[in-house]
């Protein structure tokens, strides 16, 4: 028997009860995802802060196109979809472009997407044309039950040799019905590590035929344009991620999950770490594919405004697909009150930018100027801007009813 799966104390895994889900059944999830897109609430709910400083005023010349797209991870269910109109609002109105959920790993049922679990964040992603659809896909069930690398290893044979293809030909199939043909599958996230069922480590080579037949399978289903999303978690692990990667072929995005760990590092040290941020989008260039950040926020080093304005930075410089920060305690920073200086760097950078002009004074539209036989009632500009012409009383009607 083979020792349990360790890994160095900096790089364990994130709080995980953000994909522990509760078994959904079709009436219940279809019900619960009209209600709550029905009653978006209104910022502060779900736990989030209800108490905001000042708001920030936006930055001088800024527009939502100079922005890589960008959401946050608020819940794994139709909740996680109405916070985000919350969430925008305390930002000022800048528009999340990226909803991201998970498909839970408990059975196999789960994996090929729970009844009615995936129509509310569908039905999000097709109300505008420049949204996306984040959604991370489990390879193995039991995904967090701490399976023995013995117990790895088999199930890794046998999905090398085709047995699980079906439940992923039932997903894509589900997705494609529910008009999200364009969504981006981040297929066995942090495969490097050692918290889940589909990790790579107890065998790379069987874990790397087992992606490549999951990604034929999902694109042979018509009318599927989905992205894949090779994901691992920043530094080496349990294994080198580079040791996981399938091939450029059945790879179109490369991420990475990097969060404020461990204490005490800092970010020029994240960046330059092997296997880190750097390696990261140097290995992407070379293999001609964009890289995206499906996870990151806070963690080790509590409330770190550096981490937070140096990963901003980031993403401006190397322009990823997306970026989706993990909104939680201890990660977020809408629903997470106990960062407070982490919140508003990232607030401050994000705030109002929804690419529409704000003069610095409102500029009414000219009325229209009044008939020649009327006299003008004085009413002010806005009040005739809104109406669009000057009212009179016309003077015939008037000295006739005297």
């Known amino acids: 028997m083979a020792p349990r799966h360790r890994a160095p104390q900096q790089y364990a895994a994130p709080q995980r009860r953000r994909r522990r889900l509760g078994r959904l059944t079709g009436i219940a999830a279809a019900v619960a995802a009209s209600l709550v897109l029905a009653a978006a609430p209104g910022p502060g709910a779900g736990g989030a802060r209800t108490v905001e400083p000042s708001a920030p005023a936006p930055a001088a010349g800024s527009a939502a196109d100079t922005v890589p797209p960008f959401g946050a991870f608020l ?19 800048t528009e999340l472009k990226v909803a991201h959920t998970y498909l839970p790993g408990g059975t196999w049922r789960d994996i090929e997407g729970p009844p009615g679990f995936l129509d509310a964040w569908a039905q999000w992603r097709r109300q505008k044309s420049d949204r996306t659809l984040v959604l991370n896909v489990p390879m193995q069930e039991r995904n967090e039950e701490g399976l023995s690398d013995d117990e790895v290893r088999g199930l890794l044979s046998q999905a090398a040799a085709g047995a699980f293809d079906r439940h992923f030909r039932t997903l894509a199939e589900q997705l494609v019905r529910l008009d999200v043909p364009d969504t981006v599958i981040v297929l066995g996230w942090e495969m490097n590590g050692i918290t889940y069922t589909h990790r790579c480590g107890p065998d790379p080579e069987a874990w790397k035929t087992y992606w490549r037949r999951i990604v034929t399978v999902m694109r042979a ?157 004085e009413l002010g500009d806005w009040i005739e801007s809104l109406l669009g012409r000057k009212l009179c009383l016309p003077l015939g009607r008037w000295s006739a009813n005297r």
């Not at 794994?76 to 109105?93: C, D, I, K, T």
């Not at 969060?259 to 994240?270: I, K, N, R, T, V």
């Open 221 to 377: 289903v018509p009318g599927q344009r989905f992205r894949f999303d090779f994901t691992p978690s920043r530094g080496r692990d349990a294994v080198p991620w580079t040791d996981c990667y399938p091939g450029d072929d059945t790879v179109d995005i490369i991420g990475m999950d990097s969060y404020d760990q461990p204490a005490g590092m800092s970010f020029d040290e994240q960046v330059s770490e092997p296997y880190g941020l750097q390696q990261h989008v140097d290995f992407a260039r070379a293999h001609g594919k964009p890289v995206s950040y499906p996870e990151w926020g806070l963690f080790r080093n509590g409330d770190d405004a550096e981490y937070m304005r140096r990963m901003l930075a980031w993403f401006d410089e190397h322009g990823p697909v997306y970026n989706t920060l993990t909104d939680y305690c201890p990660h977020g920073v809408w629903q997470c009150a106990a960062n407070p200086r982490a919140s508003q760097v990232y607030r401050t950078a994000l705030y109002g930018l929804t690419g529409e002009r704000t003069p610095s004074e409102p500029v009414p539209t000219p009325p229209r100027p009044a008939p020649a036989d009327c006299s003008p009632l």
């Open 75 to 93: 819940d794994s269910g139709p909740l996680g979809v109405a916070r985000m109109a919350a969430m925008s609002a305390w930002l000022g109105g």
